[in-house]
């Protein structure tokens, strides 16, 4: 028995290199795809998101504010949803200067709707003062933010627990 290797004429690729191959086109086609589809798809989940983390700041600051007698609170404490804003009366007013108690959406076409005026008490929990009704156990308020593609609801139970819905 003769055992002399045999000459392999090998052509093609192998496993490895059509994986890689393949990672990298989808890597590429991903990148491509969300430049193609553009911000708007994800802006009316950010204002979602900013939306939700503004209303927690306003509840926290009227918790944290100790005043009993809600005529006497300060326009940072009460909500504002209006068709362009969506934050504090005071940030929803003033043009002055930036606020952090604010949805800040630079060069999106956002909306929020329906347009209501919230207060929360010291627990918490929300009252509103006009443009909705103030929900009782098992009910929430519904807050729609729209983009031209998209949008999403953000609600705030009878508790005052605010969430994305």
């Known amino acids: 028995m ?6 392999k004429n090998i052509k093609g690729f192998t496993l490895v290199e059509l994986i890689i191959v ?32 503004v209303i927690r700041q306003i509840q926290l600051g009227r ?13 940072r404490f009460r909500l504002v949803v209006t068709g362009q804003c969506l934050g504090s009366q005071q940030a929803c007013t003033t043009n002055t200067q930036p606020l952090s108690n604010v949805v800040v959406l630079e060069n999106q076409d956002m909306s929020f709707s329906p347009s ?8 918490g929990n929300p009252t509103c003062s006009s443009g909705c009704t103030t929900p009782v156990a098992g009910q929430s308020i519904h807050i729609l933010v729209a983009s031209t593609q998209d949008q999403q609801e953000i609600c705030i139970n009878s508790q005052g627990y605010v969430y994305g819905c």
Request: aromatic letters at 6%.
């Open 2 to 7: 003769d055992h002399q290797p045999i000459a």
């Open 22 to 53: 393949i990672i990298v086109a989808a890597i590429l086609s991903l990148y491509a795809s969300s430049k193609y589809i553009g911000v708007s798809q994800f802006s009316a989940q950010a204002a979602q998101q900013q939306g939700i983390a």
């Open 63 to 75: 918790m944290q504010s100790n005043i009993e007698d809600s005529s006497l609170l300060h326009q």
């Open 116 to 123: 209501m005026t919230i207060d929360f008490d010291l627990l």
